[in-house]
């Protein structure tokens, strides 16, 4: 004689989620407990956990052949999120558990031996889909995800905390009430950085063209010596850049829920993120990938800055996987059986040194690195990225006058504010274009509609060009950066003022990049 019993549940497959069903079947044979439907090493070893959980819960755990289907079956099934489910199909299979009490429930949850529910990763978006499912009346989640899934607004949540409260709340389902989440103060409250502009004394030129970069949405590199204050120029970058809405906030949380990399009991991220992954990053920590493929550094920095510090020294195949994600926003990952796509709309900020001993300019340390040792070093990084890089400033060391003095720069708010003027113009303007939201989107074709310049200006750029030895690929992006410079200040036209510090943010063209 055969028992069966049915349990939703869900996985995810890229940034989204899709529903899961839970068969298990229970037959008069030999005890043996088989997992189909392409699971992985986590799921297989779910056994394990889900015979002493029901052992140790003080339920009983049949010794008969047991048959669990995770279906869809081509789809390869990954995680713990499946012991609760499979759990509690083994109770309704054996009539522990009325068979009717679960049908319109979708129950997610790693167990502990003990019984215990653990939190998992991926619950905002699994929420989010089962909220689009009208058959559905509520979730049940481990109890540190429950702020998590109740972003999902509109989906009952139903937090638990082990095995036995889940069976008495599928018996019983007014033993728990649904959790409730107020979205927007969770969403006000959490918008705060622990670092701010004010902290950095001196570079106020550095502090400016960041400014820009952040208004415009540019990626920028930083050259100068060690100790300069790049990374700590760079780490405040997030706090300058346009306010995040909860759309993205959203949007970035289930990113890193899917990583696997949200806080415990954090509902969301409100702040924009900052990734600054190591120069011996591979391309696949960098762009996303794996045998199971998970999201990199280049989507979990998604509405954010991605910091690369030592740019010179990340491997060169690496860095050149970025061109495609800077290109279009977002990253595809094809494998034999599948292809995701993961969001991947990030500003880039690196950071480097002008030489291999760091000191080729510095006036108070002599470089003892060759100008052939010196290009060598800068070649590492190639023409095509170096396109898609709008500004380029030199951050030289900090004077001790600087450092010591009291008075602090602009707060991160103050700056923000004028950055989130310069956005507003910008989203006006390109109201009618799909894929331009800031002047860094402009194409050429772009430029030529919405930078139009006077002769003084196109004189200025001709004898930057010719006299001081800027490249061609650096037009279209001067007059891109002069157009942010201009919102900046409320100006409607580019003039010649603005032309002018725009040429001054491309030193590695006069300088070092050839």
């Known amino acids: 004689m055969s028992m069966l019993a049915k ?41 394990e956990r889900v015979t002493a959980a029901i052992k140790n819960s003080d339920f009983i755990f049949p010794s008969k052949k047991i048959t669990i289907n995770l279906a869809p079956a081509d789809i390869r099934k990954e995680g713990s999120a499946f012991d609760l489910p499979i759990a509690v199909g083994i109770l309704a299979a054996t009539g522990q558990i009325l068979r009717d009490t679960f049908d319109d429930f979708v129950i997610l949850g790693e167990l502990s031996l003990d019984g215990a529910v653990r939190a998992v990763p991926g619950v905002l978006p699994m929420a989010m889909q089962v909220r689009n499912n009208n058959g559905i009346r509520g979730i049940i989640v481990p109890k540190e995800n429950a702020s998590e899934a109740a972003m999902a607004r509109g989906l009952n949540v139903y937090p638990v905390t082990n095995l036995k409260e889940t069976v008495h709340f599928l018996e019983d389902p007014t033993s728990i009430k649904p959790f409730e989440l107020d979205i927007a103060s969770v969403f006000s409250s959490s918008r705060h950085y622990d670092v701010d502009f004010s902290d950095v004394k001196g570079q106020e ?65 409100a702040t924009r993120p900052f990734r600054s992954p190591h120069h011996t990053v591979s391309d696949a920590g960098l762009i996303g990938g794996g045998r199971i493929p998970k999201p ?93 890089i709008d500004i380029h400033i030199n951050v030289p060391s900090v004077k001790f006058k600087e450092l010591s003095a009291e008075s602090s720069g602009e707060k991160s708010e103050l700056i923000r504010s004028r950055v989130n003027g310069a956005r507003r113009i910008q989203l006006e303007r390109f109201a009618g274009e799909k894929k331009i939201f800031s002047n860094a989107h402009m194409q050429s074709k772009d430029i030529r509609t919405y930078c139009p310049i006077d002769e003084k200006s196109k004189s200025l750029l001709n004898l930057a060009i010719t006299r001081q030895g800027l490249s061609a690929r650096a037009y279209d992006r001067i007059i891109k950066v002069a157009r942010t410079i201009a919102d900046l200040e409320g100006a409607a036209n580019i003039d010649v003022a603005h032309i002018a510090e725009s040429i001054h943010y491309r030193s590695l063209d006069r300088s070092l990049w050839l």
């Open 7 to 47: 349990v939703y549940s869900s996985a995810t497959l890229g940034v989204n989620a899709y529903l899961v069903e839970v068969e298990a079947d229970i037959q008069q044979q030999l005890p043996l407990f088989v997992t189909v439907g392409l699971p992985d090493g986590a799921v297989r070893e779910s056994k």
């Open 205 to 269: 030129s550095a502090k400016r063209a960041l400014e820009v970069a952040a208004a415009g949405g540019h990626n920028i590199i930083m050259i100068g010596p060690p100790g300069s204050g790049k990374t700590m120029l760079a780490r405040r970058l997030p706090t300058i850049l346009p306010d995040i809405t909860l759309e993205e906030a959203l949007e970035t949380t289930k990113i890193h829920s899917v990583a696997g990399i949200l806080p415990g009991n954090t509902a969301l991220i």
């Open 296 to 388: 990199g550094e280049v989507s979990l920095a998604h509405h954010g800055v991605l910091f690369l510090d030592e740019m010179a020294e990340f491997h060169k195949d690496v860095l050149e996987v970025l061109r495609q994600p800077m290109e279009d926003g977002y990253v595809t990952l094809s494998r034999a059986m599948t292809s995701l796509t993961y969001p991947a709309s990030f500003m880039l900020a690196a950071a480097m040194n002008p030489c291999p001993c760091g000191y080729f300019g510095d006036s108070s340390h002599e470089c003892n690195c060759t100008t052939a040792g010196i290009q060598r070093y800068m070649s590492r990084i190639s023409g095509p990225l170096m396109d898609r």
